[in-house]
């Protein structure tokens, strides 16, 4: 195989007011043509600006100050803008961690993809409209003659990342960089994902960088890992090699298995009256109905996992609680006294029970606002405190989440990494005074390193403050480790629940058993002996329908 990239002693530094702080130190990075590269670490390690720099590219505030990027004998740190131009979304494409924010929502999925085509003259506006659908059958879309004629909230998730991946391929590029692209995923959806992913690279012989913190998911997608932590380079070696004898201590911790798993409580003594009561609640989007039936309890100090993939009504349900989505049929009730269904008809202090941690902190923390202020407007609606009362407030509560007040109440969420963010959303949660706290896939944008300590933070803050969690997830792993009680949806419907312990011992429900079959192994032949199991003979035809 022939060299495609080579980046040599890279440096690369960000701006803090006036300063430039380093980020990159040093690091080398080679591809050839055909090759899948796996750039792992945890949060910070600078796995996604090393990505954006094999493109010649930087955010704002980001400079590479030393080093070489050469791309198939182009120098992209030097090259003009209209060089990199011809190059980016032609010969080097990126595919996003986020398919929701990275698509224009008013534009259909068909337009998006053919832009790229049309605007480097690779095809005409009808051509690369074909062209966009045999991708989407190439990658195992349904009506792939049809769905690109849709808006992107019009599809799920998993659907939205391939139609990013077909859109990334839309000019047969020589590189690909695939940022992060399953882990807002669920298990059944991931697979599909991957399975796509790793065929369209190897049909078309594309180079890719695999950006990543699932290291089962590396092993089943890269040929050589490289290993950064804080910017520098810990070790880089064959993918099997790597998985079987890591040399540097740092790999082999991210290796071991995620130890933190505290003991399911006892059971619930009878009688006992639930925090939330979710009684035979039936909802519906226009006249789709989306939830059936659905019922289940959590109590106070317990956590109830709810797992499902993409669709399955997991945060349907939530919004039902919360009354943002009024139920057709059934209630909610709280400590045993029917809620309003809407939110609107709901009290302050009925508003202020129930609060929500939301998956993506990156959207959900207003980018203009101060910590300290995004953390004290919650403590002014709900408990009315203002002045030193309501700094004092905040200063408790930043120093609960295991942040240092005088360090982070007026830095803006930019100057934050994900783990840090995300201990803000807990605090926003938390400023409220609330009984019950809805943990919306909270860990899924995380490295395992960071998802930890958040899981840590909030098992310490339900036994000290007695909490109430409603745990929505699609990370088995995360289950095992903070759940009491596991509430499995499909389509709309329960299909299983009970104490963890059992919901993880044979016999499962057909679906339970789909989705603990389903969690990525580190074994690097884990997808191929899967895919042969359920019947699937190419890596291409993994049939939506079989999973």
């Known amino acids: 195989m022939s060299r495609l990239l080579t980046m040599k002693d890279i440096w ?13 130190n040093g690091v080398d990075l080679h591809l050839d043509r055909g090759e899948v590269l796996g750039l792992i670490g945890e949060s910070g390690a600078g ?5 954006l720099a094999a493109m010649g590219y930087c955010r704002d505030g980001v400079r590479i100050s030393k080093g070489s990027v050469e791309f198939d004998g182009t120098e992209l740190t030097t090259a003009s803008a209209a060089v990199k131009r011809g190059l980016l979304g032609k010969r080097i494409a990126y595919v996003a961690q986020s398919a929701a924010a990275s698509f224009n929502p008013a534009h259909k999925l068909i337009d998006q ?21 045999e991708l ?17 909230h019009q599809v799920s998730g998993g659907q939205l990342q391939r139609a990013m991946t077909a859109m990334a391929m839309a000019c047969r590029p020589d590189l690909i960089i695939f940022d992060e692209p399953t882990t807002a995923l669920d298990v059944t959806t991931q697979i599909e994902v991957l399975a796509s992913i790793r065929d369209i690279v190897e049909q078309f012989g594309t180079a890719a960088i695999y950006i990543t913190h699932d290291l089962a998911v590396v092993a089943q997608m890269a040929d050589r890992v490289k290993v950064l932590l804080k910017g520098d380079e810990v070790e880089t070696n064959e993918t099997r090699e ?10 082999k911790s991210l290796w071991s298995v995620r130890e933190f798993e505290r003991p399911a409580k006892p059971a619930v003594s009878t009688g006992t009256t639930p925090v939330v009561s979710v009684d035979n609640v039936t909802a519906a989007y226009g006249t789709v109905n989306v939830l059936n039936e659905v019922s289940f309890d959590i109590h106070q100090g317990r956590t109830v996992a709810v797992v499902g993939e ?26 045993g006294a029917t809620l309003p269904l809407s939110y609107k008809s709901r009290t302050k202090d009925q508003l202020r029970q129930v609060q929500m941690i939301y998956q993506m902190a990156d959207t959900a923390l207003n980018p203009r606002m101060s910590v300290g202020n995004i953390i004290a407007r919650p403590v002014e609606f709900y408990l009315g405190l203002k002045g030193a009362e309501k700094r004092r407030r905040v200063d408790q509560l930043l120093e609960q989440i295991e942040l240092e007040p005088s360090q982070y109440y007026d830095r803006l969420p930019s100057e934050l990494s994900g783990g840090q963010k995300q201990r803000i959303g807990i605090a926003r949660a938390l400023a409220a005074e609330p009984r019950m706290i809805i943990c919306d896939e909270v860990t899924s944008a995380l490295d395992q390193l960071v998802a930890e300590g958040i899981l840590r933070l909030l098992a310490e803050l339900q036994d000290k ?13 995360t289950v ?8 499995v949806m499909k389509d709309g419907r329960v299909v299983e629940q009970g104490p963890k312990a059992e919901m993880f011992q044979p016999p499962h429900h057909p679906y339970t058993d789909l989705l603990l079959s389903s969690v990525p192994e580190m074994d690097p032949d884990w997808l191929t002996n899967l895919l042969a199991e359920r019947g699937v003979d190419n890596i291409g035809d993994a049939a939506v329908d079989k999973m």
């Open 12 to 24: 690369i530094e960000g701006r803090s007011d006036e300063t430039w702080n380093p980020i990159i």
């Open 47 to 51: 796995k996604s600006t090393m990505g």
């Open 113 to 133: 993809h053919s832009e790229a085509p049309v605007q480097h003259g690779v095809s005409s506006r009808a051509e690369s409209s074909r062209d966009g659908m």
């Open 136 to 152: 989407y059958e190439k990658l195992r879309l349904p009506n792939p003659d049809t769905i690109g004629f849709r808006y992107p």
């Open 242 to 251: 790597m998985l079987a004898n890591p040399q540097q201590e740092y790999t």
């Open 310 to 335: 993409s669709g399955s009504g997991k945060s349907t349900t939530a919004r039902c609680i919360t009354g943002l989505l009024p139920p057709k049929v059934g209630g909610i009730s709280f400590d």
């Open 465 to 477: 403050l007695g909490l109430a969690y409603m745990f929505i997830t699609h990370d088995l792993a």
């Open 480 to 487: 095992k480790a903070i759940a009491d009680e596991v509430v």
